[in-house]
């Protein structure tokens, strides 16, 4: 990934994230924890926004629906970015936290927790 690209992605990442937690309302969205990484196709014609989220999993494919339809909106408000082209949009659920958690889960259950230095 080019240079350019990565700070494409991190200016929309912090955008969008302005834009989802001060000026979207939808009670769907309470859930929503971080948006983590935004990955952009090298054309930027679209870009994936991965979300972490609390609760249980319909809660969060309830989120991920309601920014996905709010994802019109949101590139709306992008284009005070001023970038060449504003790329399209969709949102989906990052499972790395997740499975972080179970992994030092795992790891607790067998004796080997990283966070006591044990390893």
Known sequence: MSRRLERVNMLLREEISRIVSTELTDPRL??????TRVESSADLSNAKVYVSAIGEVS?????V?????????IRKKLHQLKLK???RISFAIDESLTRGDEIIKILDDIGLNPSEGSL
């Open 30 to 35: 309470m859930t929503l924890r971080t948006i």
């Open 59 to 63: 809660n969060k494919n309830d989120m």
């Open 65 to 73: 629906i309601a920014l996905n339809s709010a994802s019109g909106i």
């Open 85 to 87: 082209k504003i790329p």
